[in-house]
């Protein structure tokens, strides 16, 4: 065990955790040799067994380094349970790319650190954000060079509004160390591989819902969020695991667009849907929630009383077009 984990079990907040986990039945042991292997997978696998319905992954047979671009709804468990089903197909884990909102709280931010968590400022703007993007882009393609794996979300932050869209910024950063500027998405080639997770039950519904009704979060909502995906019910998680995609489009903001838009289509092409995504996704194309199944209306009901408990009576056709809109999947382009 590295001296970094060591003084990282030794923090009181996770030694709360290791006490809190032990009450519902999980036991870590008080010196591991191997921090990740012997208490995060485990945790994760308990994460698994009391919060789903059963964890889906279809991976590639071949793993070559690279990095691998996805959806993302949830904080935590995407590149968490994506990491579990790497693991337990014998194969390495991947380096993590998070925002440093995520690390407001210093054994937090240890804590994602010995997860091979590499973080990003969005707050920062102008030349100190540019100058952030070479560095994290060298980051990523020095671990790429090393035969290591990255995991990154297709865009910064959460999709809350259903919508799987690839940021052409986001992938411009990727490729800067390759070459990008002169070569555009070319720099990318045989490193870029699209992954889609989806969950049948989001249990941060009501969080994100809130948080576009008064207009923002407070500084605890991530938190919250992180607390609440891990432990919140989800159903049945899908994950699959494309090939790597081509990168033959032209060095221009065209073919930027259109690189970001293939991203897109080939995270759809994945065809892994939560059980609510049809319903949703037509009821917000005819404008007629009037349809929706029991399952999905009865949700509804519980954010909405959720909601009025954080925030005081609610619009509740209101609440049932975005939670329509969270529950969709796809990009619009």
Not at 53 to 60: N, P, Y
Not at 90 to 98: A, D, K, Q, R, S
Not at 194 to 218: F, H, Q, S, T
Not at 235 to 248: M, Q, S
Request: aromatic content about 6%.
């Amino acid at each position: 065990m590295s001296d970094s984990d060591s003084a990282l079990i030794q923090l009181p907040e996770v030694q709360r955790i290791r006490s809190y986990l032990l009450e519902k039945g999980l036991v870590l042991p008080e010196n591991p040799a191997d921090f990740q292997q012997e208490w995060c997978v485990p945790f994760i696998r308990w994460v698994s067994a009391h919060a789903t319905a059963g964890v889906e992954a279809t991976l590639q047979t071949e793993d070559a380094p690279g990095i691998r671009i996805g959806t993302h709804r949830d904080i935590v468990c995407d590149p968490a349970l994506y990491n579990l089903a790497r693991f337990d197909a014998g194969l390495p884990t991947t380096h993590i790319v998070l925002g440093s909102n995520l690390a407001r709280l210093p054994w937090v931010k240890s804590l994602l650190i010995s997860n091979k968590a590499i973080f990003i400022d969005r707050s920062l703007t102008g030349r100190a954000a540019l100058e952030q993007h070479i560095a994290l882009s060298r980051t990523i393609s020095d671990i790429v060079d090393d035969g290591g794996h990255v995991w990154i979300a297709q865009a910064p932050g959460r999709a809350k509004d259903g919508r799987d869209e690839t940021s052409m910024a986001l992938l411009k950063m990727l490729a800067k160390a390759r070459g990008g500027d002169e070569l555009g998405p070319r720099a990318l080639r045989n490193i870029l591989r699209p992954i889609a997770i989806r969950y049948d039950v989001n249990p941060c519904d009501a969080l994100l819902i809130k948080e576009r009704l008064v207009g923002g979060k407070d500084k605890k909502d991530d938190e919250r969020s992180m607390k609440s995906g891990l432990e919140g019910w989800k159903g049945v998680v899908r994950i699959a695991e494309g090939v790597t995609l081509p990168t033959d489009h032209e060095n221009s903001r065209e073919g930027w667009t259109e690189f970001a838009r293939s991203v897109d289509h080939a995270i759809m092409a994945l065809d892994i849907h939560g059980q609510w995504a049809h319903e949703a996704g037509q009821a917000l194309t005819h404008g007629d929630t009037s349809t929706l199944s029991e399952g999905f209306s009865d949700r509804i009901s519980a954010v909405v009383e959720k909601l009025e408990h954080f925030i005081g009576p609610v619009d509740k056709d209101m609440v049932t077009t975005m939670m329509c809109e969270v529950y969709r999947e796809g990009s619009s382009r």
